[in-house]
């Protein structure tokens, strides 16, 4: 079984302050009751520095939420690569449904950022997922693979091996509807059928699928329970010790 990963994606919410106490709370918990786990957490950019102090010695990652895929440049408002890793990051996550859906990020901008995460020796966490629409005209297979073909087009199996895939059905996400183990086991299984097609037998083997969809203390026991799941991408539920820890925790008991 691989090391199972879990990623808390903070969005644009809190101050450094109060990121830094959140990571101080997860760094003290996880020290007295170590997870079986890998952790990694995500918070707002100008946060970065803080939770990165209050990880210093702890087994915990830090990840940025997005990057440009320019080092450097005349891009305004951009942060590149080379940023973020000086910060300390060590994942960034690539293609979130809400840069895809929201600030309309293309397929092709997405797959110009993978190969620069990784050549800064940065982990990649790519999201793919469908919308509501496209499950219902059943084109969820097609959205997947165009995402994927699109995105690791030009990427080597030492690429992959140094990548994860996230996937998030974005119909689930916060729309109080949830995928069911049979839909999240069927995608996963699928994506891990493409990274085979693509890469070999051991790439698609090692690759770490994550779920991204609505996860909560109270859904991840079923969740937890679904072969295919490798780890959780954490919304809502990463913004507070109290919920976030007991999803940690859910693979000590798988």
Known sequence: MNTPLVVANWKMHGDQASCARLARQIVRALRHQPASAEVVLAPPFTALNAVQRRLSGSPI????????????????????????????CTFVIVGHSERRHVFQESDDMIARKLAPVLRQGMRAILCVGETLDQRQAKKTATVIHRQLRIALKGLTK??????????EPVWAIGTGQNATPKQISQVHRLIRKCLTNRFGPSAGKHARILYGGSVKPENVASLVAVEEIDGFLVGGASLQSETFLPIIRAFSQK
């Open 61 to 88: 990652k830090l990840a940025a939420q997005n990057c440009h895929w320019e080092v450097q440049g005349a891009y305004t408002g951009e942060i590149s690569p080379v940023m973020v890793r000086e910060l300390g």
């Open 158 to 167: 030492a690429d992959i091996a140094n990548s994860e895939i996230a996937y």
